[in-house]
Each structure stands twice: as structure tokens, then as C-alpha cells.
């Protein structure tokens, strides 16, 4: 399980290195982050687990045996939307690069400056 | 336990498609597919308040990211290879993998969750706080300082992309703006190609 979601990290860091589109290099940046909070989601898992919701007349002690983590659920949680307002930063970053060069060629933009 | 690695599977191939295909419009909704795959993980491994905000933030990033590619090019420039930043990403990427593949012997086992703060939170947290939900009592209670810097985080984030995307200051009025703000004309589109 641990392996899969490192080989989904693994694609989002190839298409950073390799691929020369910035919205290739974006959609990298998005693939790792849902590895990585996938993984941490994935740390937390407990076998035959239940949502850490109680319902009404549960038994608190059954309830905390069987709940999985609720900590990583919480922060990732907070990441998720993190997320969110990088890739608005990102996209921002990119439609201002083709408005100000015509490409979206990162190595044609690395020529055409200066 | 299979739906997992059906799912992750899914994921995968989501993810070589949305990096590998040509046509940028099919590669970010490939992106879509990969979200939408990872939501419904999270609703498999017991987190439906993941899952929710991952449908809506998924949603939304795929607006943004079409956003970007509607109006240019859409189809990725290859015409050179660039052999030494492919080789460099594989070595990388086996790299990596050996030493994840070395580091995950240290972690506890798939199902087997460490747990030692988060018991006390799943035994004491609705007594404490009154919360039926423990994810929320988590981010709104015991940890929440966290989510006041996440919405920190976020409002920098916006505020920087608008400070961005904003049509030039007032010294350049002269010069003709290019609609930064999305809708641009037919023939400037044109011209602009």
C-alpha cells in the first residue's frame, strides 16, 4: 500500500524534473500532494476500523478500540485546503509568464529573458 | 482490502496519463480523475470529512487549472527531447523509491496505527469538548491554532494570486492590458498566437 502511493509521489516528481510545460510541472506538484495525503491518511488506517464519528448511544471505550486516528484526518484536512491556494498561487504565476512571453516552454522562457 | 489496491491502481494510471498525454485539456482532467479516485479512498479508509473537502477542493482546482490551459496552446511543446532532464528524473525516481521502499520498514504496519495521542483524543474528545465528531473537535479545539495559520496560510495565498493577476498599475494605463482577468476578445486571442 506504502508503495503505491510512493510510486503516485514518484510520477508527480518525474513530471516536475522532466517535463519542460509549466502546467505539466503544475499538475506534478497536485499528484504529490495527494500522495502525500493519501500516505498520511494511509499511517492512520486501522484494519476493520470505524469513522471517528460517534453515533448516538455508542459505547465511548468500544468506540476508542475501534475508531481509526483522527490526528492525521485533522491536519490533512488543513493541508487539503493549503492545497487549494498554492494552486491558485501557481496557476496566477503561470497565466502572468504567458501573458508576458507567449509560451508556456519553461526552457523558451529561460532563453527569452534578460 | 482489494478495493484499496484497485483504487491506488486507478490512481496510478490516472497519474502517468495526466503526465504523459500530449493534449493539456485531457491531461488536467486526468488530474480530475486522480482527485476523484483519491476521494473515494478517503471514504474507503473511514475519512468522510476528507473525502468531502477533497470532492470540493478537486472541483475547484480543475476549474482553476482549465483556467490556465483554455486559453493557450493546448498541446504540449516536445519537440526537442530533453534527454538529460529525463535521465536525471529516472535516477531520481529509482533513487527515491529505494530508499522509501528502506524507510517503510521503520513505519508500524498497513492497519496497524500507532495511536498514542489519539486515543486519548477518541476516548476523551466528546466528554471534553461536546463534539460528536472528533475531527472537528480536533481542528476547532485541541489543535486549533493550526487552522488559524491555515486560514493565514490561505488568505496569503489568495491575496498573493490576485496581487498577481491584477491588471497593470496606474503607471502603465497607457499600455493596452490584456485582459488579465479572463475573458479576452476573439482576435486578440489570434494575435496573440
Known amino acids: 500500500m506504502y508503495i503505491l502511493c510512493t510510486v503516485l509521489f514518484v510520477i508527480g516528481i518525474y513530471s516536475i524534473i522532466a517535463k ?65 491556494g498554492t494552486l491558485a498561487l501557481m496557476a496566477a504565476l503561470a497565466i502572468r509568464l504567458y501573458e508576458k512571453y507567449n509560451t508556456f516552454d519553461m526552457s523558451e522562457i529561460n532563453r527569452l529573458r534578460g | 482490502m482489494t478495493v484499496f489496491y484497485v483504487l491506488m491502481v486507478f490512481m496510478i494510471i490516472g497519474a502517468i496519463v495526466a503526465v504523459e498525454t500530449k ?86 504496519e498497513f492497519g496497524n496505527p500507532l495511536m498514542r495521542v489519539s486515543s486519548s483524543y477518541l476516548r476523551e474528545g466528546t466528554r471534553e469538548t461536546g463534539a460528536a465528531n472528533i475531527v472537528a ?17 490561505l488568505f496569503t495565498s489568495i491575496l498573493g494570486a490576485f496581487v498577481i493577476l491584477r491588471p497593470k498599475g496606474r503607471k502603465h494605463t497607457s499600455e493596452k492590458d490584456k485582459g488579465s482577468f479572463g475573458i479576452i476578445e476573439d482576435k486578440e486571442i489570434k494575435g496573440s498566437r
Do not use: C
Request: glycine share 8%; hydrophobic share 60%.
Open chain 2, 137 to 153: 473537535s480536533v481542528i476547532l479545539d485541541y489543535r486549533a491554532y493550526d487552522t488559524l495559520g491555515e486560514a493565514i496560510v
Open chain 2, 23 to 108: 493534449n493539456m485539456l485531457s491531461a488536467v482532467i486526468a488530474v480530475g480523475a486522480v482527485g476523484v479516485g483519491a476521494s473515494v479512498i478517503f471514504l474507503f479508509l473511514r475519512a468522510p470529512d476528507i473525502a468531502i473537502t477533497q470532492v470540493i477542493v478537486e472541483v475547484l482546482s480543475l476549474i482553476i487549472l482549465i483556467r490556465v490551459t483554455i486559453r493557450a496552446d493546448n498541446y504540449a511543446i516536445e519537440r526537442r527531447q530533453d534527454n538529460f532532464a529525463n535521465i536525471v528524473g529516472l535516477v531520481f525516481v529509482g533513487l527515491f523509491l529505494v530508499f522509501a521502499f528502506w524507510a517503510y520498514k521503520g513505519l508500524p
Open chain 1, 20 to 84: 519542460r510545460h509549466i502546467v505539466k510541472k503544475i499538475i506534478g506538484m497536485v499528484i504529490i500532494e495527494y500522495s502525500v495525503n493519501l500516505f498520511l491518511i494511509l499511517v492512520g488506517y486501522k484494519a476493520g476500523g470505524i469513522a471517528p464519528i460517534l453515533a448516538k448511544g455508542q459505547d465511548v471505550a468500544e468506540f476508542a478500540s475501534k475508531g481509526v486516528d483522527p490526528l492525521p484526518q485533522a491536519l490533512v484536512l488543513t493541508s487539503i485546503v493549503i492545497g487549494l
